[in-house]
């Protein structure tokens, strides 16, 4: 294991040491999905099926902490960053960056992907569009654990927990259905704001 994946697989150990684990991201109203993940779900319908008898929150043991942190800088090492219009020409485009290049949402798919060749439950690797710190949109995938939910992200190559990415979560994939949900921290509140605090 390279020494970068040993200094990030720390700080997630950190974490999942904490004596309590952090606040969930909790499932609100119905959201409507984006142009570019109707179209995705459309080219590939089997990446969009919601198997209910699957578990939606997993235990995050040692061993799955290191797969979390190698695919995640895995991927991000591994692609180049292009924005959908220089790439495709076109505003907003999802898919599995074949050519080795894509947007935040490319590379989240493709860990979606790894990570459930890997034999995580797919009900629990949830894509997700927040506001960045520059107030832009921006595409993570949420991992649903026993300690939290932690966030897969481009930006960085640590796997963190949800609230210490300093983003604000807007609407994630339902895991009830095939659509996506708004984004509450408890079931009844409204803050959604993240501390960047790492």
Known sequence: ?????????????????????????FRDNEAPPLAGWVEFCNQTPDE???????????????????????????????LIPVTDHNHWGLLDLWGYPTDGMGDCEDYQLLKRKMLREAGLPHRALRMTVVIDENGEGHAVLTVRTDRGDLILDNKTDEVLEWFKTGYRYIKRESAEATGWVYLTLEPAGTVLTSSNDK
């Not at 994946?5 to 991201?25: D, E, F, K, T």
């Not at 902490?65 to 591994?78: E, F, G, I, K, P």
């Open 48 to 78: 969009c099926v919601v198997d209910e008898s699957q578990p939606e929150v997993f235990p995050l043991t040692e061993e799955l902490a290191v797969l979390l942190t190698s695919v995640n800088l895995t991927v991000n090492r591994a």
């Open 1 to 25: 294991m390279g020494r970068r994946l040993w200094i990030v697989l720390a700080s997630l150990l950190a974490a999942m040491s904490s004596a309590n684990a952090g606040p969930n991201l």
